[in-house]
């Protein structure tokens, strides 16, 4: 993992108790900006992945849902023969 010279809050500076902004040292413009492009690469790469997911489950589950609705439509049509059967069973 590329670290860019980054240190983590706990090795930046020790906790004083109070929640006051610092400000961040000993960064150059060009490495925040070269980090901060590689994040938005990383996000709208990320973005781009969670469409896919999401397409790909919708796909799947509609062809779930053409799947159950074809067998109930042969479950019915299937009850239906039976029934004509059983009726033609009784008259002969």
């Known amino acids: 993992m590329l670290s860019f ?6 090795e930046a500076a020790p906790n004083t108790g109070e929640d006051q902004y610092e400000p961040v040292t000993g960064l150059d413009q060009a490495t925040v900006q070269c980090v901060r492009a590689c994040e938005a690469e990383a996000a709208a ?3 781009s992945d969670y469409s ?4 790909a489950y919708g796909v799947i589950w ?3 849902a053409i799947y159950g609705v ?10 239906a023969d039976l029934d004509a ?3 033609r069973v009784e008259r002969g």
């Open 5 to 10: 010279g980054l240190k983590s809050a706990a």
């Open 70 to 79: 074809t067998l109930w439509r042969r479950g019915q049509a299937q009850r």
């Open 62 to 64: 509609s062809l779930f």
């Open 85 to 87: 059967l059983r009726r």
């Open 45 to 47: 790469k990320t973005a």
């Open 52 to 55: 896919h997911v999401v397409w």
